[in-house]
């Protein structure tokens, strides 16, 4: 079992290899989860592309969409030749895409097919895991939340369940409103740690501080991340240097230079801007932010990796 006091949230578009590439060098001991991978992408699609990670990157989940158990299996299988020995069941993403192909939050109103997809993929030969909503629409009480877990663990083996603190609101809302909109009730995930101590709780949603972070790991076994970890990845520091007490941070400016090797390294695969895209938030909150991220938002767009030396030449811890 994976060490799941910290994580990083899967987001789409965002938690690709090149991220979690950039965002180890700030944090040996975070764990790290890809973005959300459909599985009949990984059965039809270009399995090295989609599963391909640098060993650096572990330790590394896979997460998983899908509600047909077949499949699961079988992707399940194939991700295993790569390495992954976690699988992480999506069931708590509410956007549109998501839903017309029946999984993501709209499984929490069918927990028996949530426990036929989670077994798939144990019998697969993977540590089964699920993320998911505390409620789906109107079913905003806590006895859902609790009935809904209680089933998973009285039907499967599955022992880590990471709790997005917010209903899922299917209709009406945009996947972002869906992330910013529905109330975040923590005593919900406080209260289900407290009647499920056997099991492995870990919290997810409008966490963006290290205070958080420290007032929420003692009721808890795990807080993730998400947007914050993106937006601000230098935040993995001082969380790192506090929860994980590693004395050895590397500096902005170290990680900028660190990232030129893997930029040389990739520039005949990827265009630079897609890798470079993901470090804008580096110097979040410090006075060379605006020059740091319009160096990577104008300079890159030429695919000249001249134009990042500059940049990083030119910058102070």
Request: aromatic share 10%; net charge neutral.
């Amino acid at each position: 079992m994976m060490n799941d006091t910290i994580s990083i949230a899967p987001m789409l578009d965002w938690t690709d290899r090149h991220y979690r590439y950039f965002v180890r060098l700030i944090t040996p001991h975070t764990k790290l989860y890809t973005e959300m991978i459909v599985a009949d992408a990984i059965i039809h699609g270009n399995q090295n592309r989609l599963l391909s990670y640098d060993p650096s990157e572990q330790p590394l989940a896979l997460q998983l969409g899908g509600s047909n158990p077949e499949k699961l299996y079988t992707a399940s299988k194939v991700a295993m030749e790569y390495g992954y020995t976690e699988i992480n069941l999506n069931v708590g993403c509410p956007s549109p895409r998501v839903q017309s192909g029946s999984f993501g939050a709209c499984l929490m109103l069918e927990p028996n097919l949530v426990t036929e997809c989670l077994n798939a993929i144990s019998q697969a030969g993977a540590t089964a895991t699920i993320k998911h909503r505390i409620g789906i629409d109107k079913a905003e009480d806590y006895e859902f939340l609790d009935n809904f877990v209680t089933y998973i663990k009285q039907h499967t083996s599955v022992k880590h369940f990471i709790v997005h603190a917010r209903n899922a609101i299917l209709h009406g809302l945009s996947p972002k409103e869906n992330r910013e909109i529905p109330p975040l009730k923590y005593d919900y995930v406080y209260k289900l740690k407290q009647l499920h101590p056997e099991l492995t709780i870990s919290i997810n949603g409008g966490i963006n501080s290290l205070t958080q972070v420290q007032d929420m790991l003692p009721q808890l076994d795990g807080v993730m991340i998400g947007r914050a970890a993106y937006n601000n990845p230098y935040l993995f520091a001082s969380i790192e240097k506090t929860v994980f007490a590693n004395p050895y941070i590397k500096t902005r400016k170290e990680i900028a230079y660190l990232m030129l090797n893997y930029l040389q390294q990739q520039q005949d695969s990827y265009k630079l801007h897609n890798i470079t895209k993901h470090m804008i938030g580096l110097y979040h909150g410090q006075p060379h932010a605006k020059y740091w991220r319009l160096g990577l938002t104008q300079g890159m767009l030429t695919n000249d990796i001249n134009n990042y030396i500059q940049l990083i030449e030119r910058l102070d811890d």
